[in-house]
């Protein structure tokens, strides 16, 4: 009933992450975050291929290297990288040992069925028919492994539920499923999915990838699935920030209770060990651009999805995934949107059961500026303010307030109504 936080593999380790990786990173946030609500830790793409390295893992013309997968075309951790997936266990001991931190564990699938299981005419488990009579020849463009279901077929549906049987076996309680929100959104798809988890008997979030989602698909999406991306993949710059103030905007619409549109992972802390883009470095945001992307998330409710890798987060991004005040917004507040936009912006949140007001200004220009709010826009007189990133009490406020922000900067905090 909240958005999910946790740690996702991609940013950091590309699809060449290891278990030993993994377990490092659930170890940190057992220890360090799971308190603040922290708990999912989810592996990212390509955890069937073979090896290591940070070239893209396509196959060739002739399907090779070949990925693991069993009799019933229904893939498998690679050996080499999870080493205790080793006889026929699949994810089930490193989803035992995420699950003994008091966290959950998730995996990434591309959409579809492998299009080596389509060439060997694997059978499909609870199907009279085999692999090659259900796919269809849609694909990613980026990563070749994969052909997408004709949901028109009984067997693609049999298909899927047999691959979420597996995965509720292994105890998986997060699946983001990739290739199928954009470039074009697979609406049955979709539903396969959503029907896969609900018959495997295991509750599981649904994240759908990558985006943009269309617009148009958000009363089908938000129906289906409890996140989806709203834009391609979010790098560390600022330009792929400040790009995203219109894009949750345009989505308030479709923000529920239980569904929530998403910005996609958080790129601070350490990122690119193994690629996917750049060389490794901590992230190039700005200490005022990471506290403006943190507070754009969380008065959006945003799912927030640590990137970077988490043993080696220093003071400052452990101080920006610890701040209970600031990650109570993300998980604890109603009727989010944006008051006034352009380069100086306001947004707002009510704070269930009560008549206090969480506020958030930003200063997306490029040199520091004081950011105002009318009072009256929140429905307020005189209010006490907080600082919620510093904890400071700002002292009774009357008619309007202003904080100087700096540059590509955000301002969060809580107003509590007074009498006048």
Same mark, same amino acid.
């Given at each position: 009933m909240t958005p999910p936080m946790g740690w996702n593999s991609y940013d950091a380790f590309n699809w060449s992450v290891t278990e030993a990786d993994v377990r490092a990173n659930a170890d940190y946030l057992s220890e360090h975050l799971l308190r603040y609500g922290w708990q999912y830790v989810v592996v990212d793409w390509a955890w069937y291929y073979p090896g290591r390295h940070d070239d893209s893992p396509n196959q060739d013309a002739d399907l090779r290297p070949r990925l693991r997968m069993d009799r019933h075309g229904r893939l498998l951790p690679d050996l080499t990288r999870f080493p205790s997936a080793a006889g026929g266990n699949g994810f089930k001991p490193l989803a035992d040992y995420v699950h003994a931190r008091g966290l959950k564990f998730g995996v990434h699938l591309m959409r579809g069925i492998p299009r080596q299981a389509v060439a060997d005419r694997v059978p499909i488990l609870g199907f009279a028919g085999r692999a090659d009579q259900i796919n269809n020849t849609t694909t990613a463009s980026w990563l070749n492994l994969m052909w997408g279901l004709e949901m028109t077929n009984r067997g693609a549906q049999a298909y899927l539920d047999s691959v979420f049987q597996l995965l509720a076996a292994w105890g998986v309680d997060y699946v983001k499923v990739d290739d199928i929100a954009a470039p074009t959104y697979r609406q049955a798809e979709v539903e396969g999915y959503r029907l896969a988890i609900r018959r495997s008997g295991r509750p599981m979030v649904l994240s759908l990838s990558p985006g943009p989602t269309p617009l148009a698909s958000g009363p089908h999406v938000r129906a289906n699935a409890q996140l989806w991306r709203i834009v391609n993949d979010l790098w560390d710059d600022w330009p792929g920030v400040d790009a995203l103030f219109d894009q949750l905007r345009d989505w308030t619409p479709h923000r529920t209770e239980v569904s929530w549109p998403d910005p996609d992972m958080i790129p601070i802390g350490r990122l690119s060990k193994h690629g996917p883009v750049g060389p490794p470095r901590y992230s190039a945001l700005t200490p005022d651009e990471q506290r403006a992307l943190m507070t754009l998330w969380v008065i959006n409710r945003a799912p927030l999805m640590w990137g970077g890798n988490l043993v080696e987060n220093r003071a400052a991004e452990l101080a920006l995934m610890s701040n209970?005040? *600031?990650?109570? *917004?993300?998980?604890? +507040?109603?009727?989010?949107?944006? %008051?006034?936009?352009?380069?100086?912006?306001?947004?707002?949140?009510? *704070? /269930?059961?009560?008549?206090?007001?969480?506020?958030?200004?930003?200063?997306?220009?490029?040199? /520091?500026?004081?950011?105002?709010?009318? %009072?009256?826009?929140?429905?307020?007189?005189?209010?006490?303010?907080?600082? %919620?990133? +510093?904890?400071?009490?700002?002292? /009774? *406020?009357?008619?309007? %307030?202003?904080? /100087?922000i700096p540059a590509h900067g955000a301002g969060l905090y809580r107003m509590a109504p007074r009498p006048s």
């Open positions: 209970a005040a *600031v990650l109570a *917004v993300q998980q604890h +507040s109603t009727g989010n949107r944006q %008051l006034h936009g352009g380069d100086r912006q306001v947004w707002t949140a009510d *704070v /269930p059961n009560t008549d206090h007001r969480y506020l958030a200004l930003f200063n997306r220009g490029d040199a /520091p500026a004081e950011v105002t709010v009318d %009072l009256a826009d929140l429905g307020i007189a005189t209010a006490g303010a907080t600082d %919620l990133w +510093s904890g400071a009490n700002l002292g /009774p *406020v009357s008619g309007s %307030l202003t904080r /100087p």
